[in-house]
């Protein structure tokens, strides 16, 4: 199962910051990456950032540089991930999701190939 919690206020106004957190538990997802898509409204779901079990990184071209993702298996019966979201831009409003997928190519992330789906959170910046 793997549940998402968002930390801070959904509605930030332009220029703020937030911090999304989601724990992966149900399982072992040693071996998965875990990581954040967003879907706007009336848009498709995208990717926003992944990390691997190993700690590697990758991001949407969209958000380098505001966005900042990180994981933390300390906590055996949870696997925790946060995004971190700088400089926030009306642009960035949607319902970010957390996901899990196995592997570690994670540049090859897609909607279509995640494993496990985390609840979504809605997440508004206004202007």
């Known amino acids: 199962e793997v549940s998402c919690r968002r930390l801070g206020g959904g509605l930030v106004q332009a220029g703020g910051s937030l911090r999304l957190s989601c724990a992966a538990s149900g399982r072992s997802f040693s071996g998965y990456g875990l990581g954040w898509f967003r879907q706007a409204p009336g848009k498709e779901r995208e990717f926003v950032a992944a990390?691997?079990?190993?700690?590697?990184?990758?991001?949407?071209d969209s958000v380098k540089g505001r966005f900042t993702i990180s994981r933390d298996a300390r906590d055996n019966a949870k696997n925790w991930v946060y995004l971190q979201i700088d400089s926030m831009e009306p642009e960035d409003t949607a319902v970010y999701y957390c996901?899990?997928?196995?592997?570690?190519?994670?540049?090859?992330?897609?909607?279509?190939?995640?494993?496990?789906w985390g609840k979504g959170t809605l997440v508004t910046v206004s202007s």
């Open positions: 996901a899990a997928e196995w592997g570690y190519r994670l540049s090859t992330w897609s909607a279509k190939t995640i494993d496990y």
């Open positions: 990390v691997s079990s190993g700690g590697t990184t990758y991001y949407a």
